[in-house]
């Protein structure tokens, strides 16, 4: 094992932002663009192209987490590109991959130096003077293909919880759409479930209060419009007021009623939980419908319940629009046999996803220990 070396960012990196909004980003790009959300959207142009990647660290924010990006990529304004020099004044060679590695390790560097009372922001300098401790390429090499693993595994896993999904929604089509009765009774979607309509944020006033403990809170911005949803910031129950917030039961479909880009995305939730107040949460009534119907329908439906979206600041979707919605209401018999098989393909989802878990925590407490020159 070589000597590791410690020197600035800029000695061994260049680091820059691009010119791109978020509202330039079109569907079905060709070339995907980085902003300031976790999401990946779409371009139609590209602005940097690094073969070998770079790393992607937001701008703005409270994580400032940092994305691998390779090839041909747009960039949002408020997002920087770090890459390896490649000129003949860089102290040292760097494995991008490597690079990566190492400013996840470093959020709270970021963090630290971020600037800012409400929304904290980056300068280019902080990157610039970040100091970072390097060992010989090969030595990086090494420790990116070790950490590259778990990433690797956990992109496997992604994919296929996606074509999992996917082939569920397939079989619904094919069931409730492509082969629907057309003597099916077209009834509201609240004939079929509840919904809930009362999220709220974390309070510190203590004059109604949740009991003690603790339960996950989530942002709608956190919906990734998958079957799985379970993610969130765990914080005190004492610190919801009952009058602000409501708890969803396991199992309970959230969709985002208000603001672009997130409306109509959904998410089950597979534990007790409680959400902020741009969601509608929906429990279906078993006796009369599937859970999964229920949610492949709201999938379906979303297009049409988009184009009914108000408001000219912030688009949103009316709780009550959607509770009226009519649909074709296939016999329970029907819905319950759909159930049993969609069942499988989602504890499949789940047995992936609680691996990705593993995974992904097996990584984390590896990285830093692989990022010390004694190991």
């Known amino acids: 094992m070589g000597t590791w070396k410690t020197y600035k960012l800029k ?37 940097f192209d690094f073969p070998n990647g770079a790393v992607i660290v937001p701008g703005e924010g409270k994580t400032f987490k ?49 600037t ?14 970040m100091p970072i401790s390097l060992p010989p390429l090969e030595e990086q ?53 509840s919904t809930i309509q009362s999220g709220g944020t974390p309070s510190r006033d203590k004059d109604q209060f949740w009991e003690n403990g603790t339960i996950d809170w989530f942002k709608t911005k956190e919906l990734e419009d998958s079957w799985l949803f ?10 919801l ?10 199992g309970t479909i959230l969709m985002a009623i208000y603001a672009s880009p997130t409306l109509g995305r959904l998410g089950v939730l597979d534990h007790e939980a409680t959400c902020n107040q741009a969601a509608l949460g929906f429990v279906v009534d078993e006796k009369i ?40 209401m296939p016999p329970p018999t029907l819905m319950r046999d759909f159930e049993e098989k969609v069942k499988n393909y989602w504890e499949a989802s789940r047995a992936l996803a609680r691996e990705n878990a593993l995974l992904r925590a097996g990584r984390d407490k590896l990285l830093p220990r692989l990022l010390r020159e004694e190991a």
Request: charged share 30%.
């Open 241 to 250: 007021r009952q009058s602000a917030a409501r708890l969803y039961p396991a």
């Open 116 to 129: 800012g009372s409400t929304v904290k922001s980056l300068r280019q300098w902080m990157f610039l003077e």
């Open 230 to 239: 379970t993610s969130g910031e765990q914080i005190t129950k004492a610190g």
């Open 66 to 114: 940092p994305r691998f990006a390779r090839g041909k990529f747009d960039l949002h304004q408020r997002a920087y590109e770090v890459s390896p020099r490649e000129d003949e004044k860089a102290a040292c060679k760097v494995n991008a991959h490597y690079l990566y590695y190492v400013l996840t390790n470093n959020q709270a560097y970021f963090a630290r130096v971020a």
């Open 141 to 193: 090499e090494r420790i990116a293909g070790i950490l590259g693993a778990y990433d690797d595994l956990i992109k496997i896993n992604e994919r296929r919880i996606a074509l999992l999904e996917e082939a569920a929604h397939r079989l619904y089509r094919n069931r409730f759409i492509t082969h629907a009765d057309p003597d099916w009774e077209r009834k509201p979607l609240s004939d079929a479930c």
């Open 289 to 328: 419908a599937s859970k999964w119907w229920l949610f492949h329908t709201l999938r379906n439906e979303r297009d049409k319940f988009n184009q009914v979206a108000r408001g000219a600041g912030q688009q949103n979707i009316s709780g009550d629009i959607v509770k009226d919605w009519e649909v074709p």
């Open 11 to 47: 000695d061994v990196a260049d680091v820059s932002t691009g010119d791109s909004n978020s509202e330039d980003a079109v569907e079905n790009g060709m070339y995907p663009l980085y902003d300031r959300s976790l999401e990946v959207k779409r371009s139609n142009r590209y602005l």
